[in-house]
């Protein structure tokens, strides 16, 4: 298995593995209406925190989508566990394998950053009702960067831009969305994120050199404390 961000993440089944784990979550879904009726999608789901959270909370619809199996199969593991009812679908945020107008609810928490975003974002849309919401969480370059580090940043993360505020809001606004509120994250880069102090979900065998991408990224969230930030983004047409 090649010594990646996202395989580190899968095989140590990192939960919560975005900036502001599932306390932005709570945050960011306390100010939506959701109940048993709403149709919720997941796009990459990850091991499936934040769609266990909500089925759980609001005993709603929820699909879970990702395209690494390692995460769909800890993600499936947890439904189970927890007896939760949760669809859950091998797919890419590219090419969704949905109808067009089928979910009120759309969750992306640090996945359009590595997708091909000319083809996401649009099929983000596609996938929502007219009067259906996308909460994006997402990583946003926060100052200018040499070319030397931004290499550094996109082939460590394995991310294919990093795009600043307005780059995000263009891109949203180019695939329809109208109403774009934006929210600044407060990231702690110094402190060990909460996504990986308290909800793992190991593979039997893990290479030694994952431990080391773990460390690197801590180390690159502290060097590029300035350049590296967060935003919420919640969408609506
Ligand atoms: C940083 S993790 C976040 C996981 C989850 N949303 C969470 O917050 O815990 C990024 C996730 O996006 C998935 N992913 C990346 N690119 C994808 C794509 N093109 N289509 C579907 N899933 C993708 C990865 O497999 C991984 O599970």
Redo the contacts with the bound molecule.
């Keep these: 298995m090649e010594s990646t961000y996202?395989n580190c993440?899968?095989l140590f089944g990192?939960?919560?593995?975005?900036p502001g784990g599932l306390n932005l979550t709570r945050r960011i879904l306390s100010r939506e209406k959701v109940d048993e009726s709403t149709k919720v999608l997941d796009?990459?789901?990850?091991?499936g925190?934040?769609s266990a959270f909500i089925a759980k909370q609001h005993q709603c619809q929820v699909t879970a989508?990702?395209?690494?199996k390692m995460?769909l199969e800890k993600a499936k593991k947890r439904f189970q566990s927890m007896n939760l009812q949760i669809e859950t679908q091998h797919?890419?945020?590219?090419n969704l394998p949905f109808e067009n107008e089928t979910f009120d609810l759309l969750l992306s928490?640090?996945?359009t950053a590595?997708?091909d975003i000319s083809k996401t974002i649009p099929e983000y849309k596609r996938v929502l009702k007219p009067n259906g919401v996308l909460l994006a969480i997402e990583m946003v370059r926060n100052a200018v960067v040499s070319e030397k580090q931004l290499e550094e940043i996109l082939n460590f993360y394995g991310v294919r831009q990093l795009l600043d505020e307005q780059e995000w809001l263009t891109q949203f606004q180019n695939a329809g969305f109208k109403h774009i509120e934006v929210e600044k994250v407060e990231l702690q880069p110094d402190a060990l994120p909460t996504e990986i102090t308290n909800d793992y979900s190991l593979s039997k065998q893990i290479d030694p050199s994952f431990y080391k991408i773990f460390e690197k990224h801590h180390h690159l969230s502290i060097v590029y404390k300035d350049i590296l930030g967060c935003r919420t983004f919640r969408c609506s047409v």
């Design positions: 996202l993440l899968a990192v939960g919560g593995a975005h796009v990459g789901c990850g091991t925190q934040t989508l990702d395209y690494n995460m797919g890419s945020a590219e928490e640090s996945v590595f997708t």
